[in-house]
């Protein structure tokens, strides 16, 4: 199997070069201390300054003898975790209507980075907040404690079949697409979707489930539901794997556990990011690539470098503050969800690019997080990568400045996603996520400089 699956990355990474010679050229290029990597380096063909883009796994080679560890991990530090399902009324004590991640005050924020052994936290699902599962569907993910979890919104793509999956796995996992109502609309025009007798939907191997009234305006801030609070979602998966949608799974989900979790002892696993190290870093990439509102992402990086938020250097105790977070490998501990709840806390809060806000719950909870960092090179070869069907989903993610947020000022630089895209020109402001940032924050940020930044890749 670990041949089979090497074999299917190393046919990917080039699709330009001649079939026929791609998977010894690709092997090669993986492998830094071959002769002829050094010597295309040497060339001039490799530049030196480029990280790795795939190597090998070091994947255990048959699903059918990994051992399955018996119970769960203990909880050591946090033992009992409980959440925050009613919505609370306002300083006014006028019930306004209800949110999906709630009201959470700064105090409360404030709180939930305090570690004891019994936690109530905000974690998304207030009670009629929207995101709610047909019975069908919630009686289904009962049953299941392996996942494979992906998500779909706004029409963006189409489910994508897994490959190199051993019987095992497949009597195993629960793969699971979570998708909105228009998502829904789109894959049954552009797909087959099979309904069995007891009102489930499928598309392949992938069980449909869709959620009615998306909690939030923005698209990708929905998405963030699925990928960063699998675990409530799903109550009853023990472990489970995150793919983001444009992804096709190539590697067999029950060798992922064995490699970055179980091998090392880790309940979370998350790979690094290709090219930053710093969330200043990710924050300036982001409004290069114009995904969010420039002055919201400038206000949500003084608000985290107020809070003491440094730079990424040699010196901290995690390799990186950036991961990418297109892929998840979680065993649902109540550290675990502890997390998770705080990780999505943040993207309710303020902008909706998980990655600024990964390496700060990290910074908060003070090192007792302990999580597997894998290489990007691994990440890369755990998948095949498809194109959205378009780049971007809102139109705030085309502004520049504040008067143009404020809706008294044209944005001149609409790209070819606009008319598609969510939001009206007149209100670009979310209604009901990111919040935080037009709440008073409790300190002075005027004076708050931001850290300067080396942008490292024309890619981002």
């Not at 990708?220 to 472990?239: D, E, M, S």
């Amino acid at each position: 199997m670990e041949k089979d699956v090497q074999r299917s990355v190393s046919l990917r990474p080039n699709r330009r070069a001649d079939r026929s010679n791609q998977s010894s050229h690709s092997k090669a290029m993986c492998n830094k201390e071959s002769k002829l990597f050094s010597l295309m380096d040497n060339m001039g063909f490799t530049p030196k300054s480029q990280p790795q883009h795939r190597c090998q796994i070091p994947l255990a080679k048959d699903p059918d003898k990994i051992v399955i560890p018996k119970g769960r991990t203990p909880d050591t530090i946090v033992k009992n975790l409980s959440y925050v399902i009613e919505d609370e009324p306002l300083n006014n004590n006028f019930q306004s209507t209800p949110l999906f991640g709630g009201h959470q005050s700064w105090s409360q924020r404030e709180e939930s980075f305090k570690l004891k052994p019994t936690m109530k936290v905000h974690c998304g699902f207030i009670r009629n907040g929207g995101a709610e599962m047909a019975p069908a569907d919630i009686k289904y993910v009962k049953k299941c404690r392996f996942v494979v979890a992906s998500g779909i919104f706004d029409g963006y793509d189409v489910p994508h079949q897994p490959s190199n999956i051993s019987p095992r796995s497949k009597k195993l996992f629960c793969f699971l697409m979570v998708v909105d109502e228009i998502s829904l609309d789109f894959i049954k025009e552009n797909v087959t979707v099979r309904e069995d007798d007891k009102g489930g939907k499928w598309v392949g191997i992938w069980r449909l489930i869709p959620l009615k009234h998306p909690p939030y305006d923005e698209p990708r801030r929905n998405g963030k539901v699925p990928k960063i609070i699998t675990h409530r979602l799903f109550p009853k998966a023990q472990y489970s794997i995150w793919i983001d949608g444009k992804m096709e799974l190539i590697v067999d989900p029950l060798l992922m556990l064995e490699r970055y979790l179980w091998r090392g002892k880790y309940t979370f696993a998350i790979a690094q990011h290709k090219h930053h190290h710093s969330i200043y870093e990710e924050a300036d990439a982001n409004k290069r690539r114009k995904r969010y509102a420039r002055p919201l992402l400038d206000l949500h990086m003084k608000i985290y470098r107020y809070e003491g938020m440094d730079s990424w250097s040699p010196q901290k105790k995690t390799i990186s503050d950036v991961p990418e977070g297109a892929i998840i490998v979680r065993e649902h501990t109540e550290m675990s969800n502890l997390f998770s709840c705080l990780w999505f806390n943040e993207v309710n809060l303020f902008t909706p690019r998980d990655q600024l806000s990964f390496g700060y719950v990290v910074y908060r909870l003070k090192g007792l997080f302990e999580f597997f960092m894998f290489p990007n090179c691994e990440y890369n070869s755990l998948f095949v990568l498809h194109p959205h069907i378009r780049e971007h989903s809102s139109r705030i993610e085309w502004v520049t400045n504040w008067n143009q947020l404020k809706g008294n000022g044209t944005i001149s630089n609409k790209g070819k996603d606009w008319d598609q895209a969510s939001g009206k020109n007149g209100n670009l402001i979310e209604s009901r996520g990111g919040l935080g940032l037009w709440t008073p924050y409790p300190g002075n940020l005027d004076s708050v400089a931001l850290p300067p930044v080396t942008r490292t890749s024309k890619a981002g």
